[in-house]
């Protein structure tokens, strides 16, 4: 089945600079890679995403890249401000399969140093 | 309505009662999700209904029992808890594979869950 590894679990960045989390992905067929913003006490939101057939995508301080040959993807934060600190998760969806779910990384616990 | 409701917010139990957590979606998404969350962990699925069928139970004791009266509603009932199953408790909703190539899931607020 799907494995997703996600790194680091903790990263510090002192505000305005660029924070990258990594993630990487076992299964071939998987065809979608969501990102998920959780502050603390709250939902998990989806902040952005990419399907299989992009290489990279952008919505305004956030970027998404994927490289399907080495099965990993990355979220970019760019000018981080303290509204970032989080925890950020990755995750994959199976493609083929009958099961209607997602894989989670593990997480990443952001924060942003004033 | 783009939003995943979820109720109670907040819940206290003991080990010997009887409770339920409900969740509630009008997006006319087919699949619903009701995921298991601890401290600093991703969320933990649990339980995946498709068409108001349970198509995935990821091994969960059946002190945890799930119920989908319609395609808006998600139930999951609580019977003899332990205190290691104070969590979150995530609902979430989705279009399924078959409604779409894709299925981003939106996540209700959850209920924080205290056994004592």
């Known amino acids: 089945g799907e494995n997703v590894e996600q790194h680091p679990s903790t990263l510090s960045v002192q505000e305005g600079d660029s924070a990258v989390i990594k993630c990487t992905y076992s299964?071939?067929?998987?065809?979608?890679f969501p990102w998920y913003k959780q502050e603390l006490g709250k939902r998990p939101q989806l902040i952005i995403d990419i399907r299989s057939n992009v290489g990279e995508k952008k919505d305004q301080r956030i970027a998404v890249t994927l490289n399907k040959t080495a099965k990993h993807f990355s979220l970019h934060i760019t000018e981080t401000q303290p509204e970032d600190s989080a925890v950020y998760f990755c995750a994959a969806t199976p493609q083929g399969g009958r099961d209607d779910k997602i894989i989670f990384g593990k997480g990443t616990r952001l924060h942003i140093l004033p | 309505d783009t939003e995943v409701t979820q109720t109670p917010k907040h819940l206290v139990m003991g080990m010997t009662n009887k409770k339920s957590l409900k969740c509630e979606q009008h997006?006319?998404?087919?699949?619903m999700y009701w995921y298991k969350q601890k401290a600093k962990k991703p969320p933990e699925l649990m339980f995946v209904?498709?068409?108001?069928?349970?198509?995935i139970n990821e091994s969960v004791p059946s002190r945890f029992s799930p119920e989908c009266p319609n395609s808006s509603l998600l139930n999951l009932h609580l019977h003899a808890l332990q205190p290691e199953d104070s969590a979150l408790y995530l609902c979430a909703s989705s279009q399924t594979l078959r409604q779409g190539s894709y299925n981003e899931q939106f996540f209700g607020p959850g209920t924080r869950l205290t056994v004592l």
């Open positions: 209904y498709s068409y108001e069928k349970l198509s």
């Open positions: 299964d071939s067929a998987s065809n979608y």
């Open positions: 997006m006319g998404h087919r699949a």
